[in-house]
């Protein structure tokens, strides 16, 4: 949380009121809502948005974060009942209003637009041109990273790893008939084919527990700045949110496009610190799955349904989009942290 002697700022005292006063009504079990809760919000929502602070942009994220945690929640928590709050929906709502239109506020759509355009080649060549494609994050685990180092990447990677499964099942909700096949598919490698050592939690938990590296019941969230935070709310605003369905799928294509070529160099790095193939069986397992799974979420289902509804097109192009910003962000300041170890 904060350390006490900073909380004589005006915002930090708001900021600490609000998280605290939304863990509170999570997991709580009575309708009393905090009169300052939504009041705390609005002017930390400004904060964020119209002043640009980033401090204030991190408690949003982590807002966000927790109110998506209850679509995650065991079933008979006190979180598991608030999971459609009026209340947290307020939250949600103008939170994520906010977060989408800074972050797109500069894009436009005139080529996406153009329906003789190759969608998924267009897709592929917005990956290509990006950033977050070849970012310096990844040779420097390959070329000069130690172990410490690597494992705070390990660290850094969890709370997203440890619940791609879920992301891959909401992507089957509504999907078009057509497309189901190729998602099942995706699952069930997910899974391990049905083998429980070999799902990808599993393989993600081994590779921990072989550099003696404790899993916390948070999954690490707690090392998690603004940009991670919003990495991982990324996936999740197209998993709770139906109308942003469509984002979510463009952040996956991303994601399996982005993944090999840079998994392939974090591998090459822990082969160099002395790490064998069984301890990173979970990354060269993607290496080789998703450059299928990439090719598959963009020709066998995100052009499939782009050719049978065209309005779809900006959707999947700002999905794409957001994954690969955040992701940009994320990479940027968890190279900075690395370095600093």
Not at 238 to 250: F, P
Request: proline content about 3%; charged content about 25%.
């Amino acid at each position: 949380m904060f350390n006490n002697q900073y909380v004589q700022s005006p915002f930090v005292q708001d900021s600490y009121r609000f998280t605290e006063n939304l863990l509170s009504y999570i997991n709580s079990g009575t309708d009393q809502v905090e009169p300052s809760l939504l009041e705390n919000f609005n002017k930390i929502l400004s904060d964020a948005y119209q002043n640009g602070m980033p401090e204030a942009r991190k408690i949003i994220h982590n807002a966000l974060f927790l109110i998506y945690q209850t679509h995650l929640s065991y079933p008979l928590s006190a979180a598991a009942r608030r999971q459609h709050d009026e209340v947290l929906l307020i939250i949600k709502q103008r939170a994520e209003r906010a977060w989408l239109s800074e972050e797109f506020r500069d894009v436009r759509f005139t080529d996406v637009e153009d329906l003789n355009v190759n969608f998924p080649n267009y897709l592929i060549g917005l990956w290509k041109g990006h950033r977050a494609a070849r970012h310096d994050l990844f040779d420097f685990l390959e070329r000069d990273a130690t172990r410490e180092q690597l494992f705070l990447f390990f660290k850094s990677d969890s709370a997203l790893n440890l619940i791609f499964f879920d992301l891959v099942a909401y992507t089957l909700i509504g999907a078009e008939q057509e497309t189901r096949g190729t998602v099942s598919e995706n699952l069930w490698d997910e899974i391990g084919h049905g083998d429980n050592y070999f799902t990808h939690v599993n393989l993600y938990k081994n590779l921990l527990e072989r550099q003696d590296i404790s899993l916390p019941e948070n999954h690490y969230i707690d090392l998690y700045g603004v940009d991670a935070l919003a990495g991982h709310n990324a996936f999740m605003i197209g998993a709770v949110n139906r109308c942003h369905y469509y984002k979510l799928l463009g952040v996956m294509a991303m994601t399996e496009v982005l993944d090999p070529p840079q998994y392939t160099k974090l591998v090459n790095g822990c082969i160099r610190l002395g790490l064998i193939d069984k301890d990173v069986h979970y990354y060269n397992e993607h290496i080789t799955i998703d450059i299928k799974h990439g090719d598959d979420w963009l020709y066998n289902v995100i052009d499939v349904i782009a050719s049978k509804y065209p309005d779809s097109r900006q959707e999947f192009y700002l999905g794409c989009l957001l994954r690969l910003q955040t992701a940009e962000r994320y990479y940027d300041n968890l190279l900075k942290e690395i370095k600093n170890i």
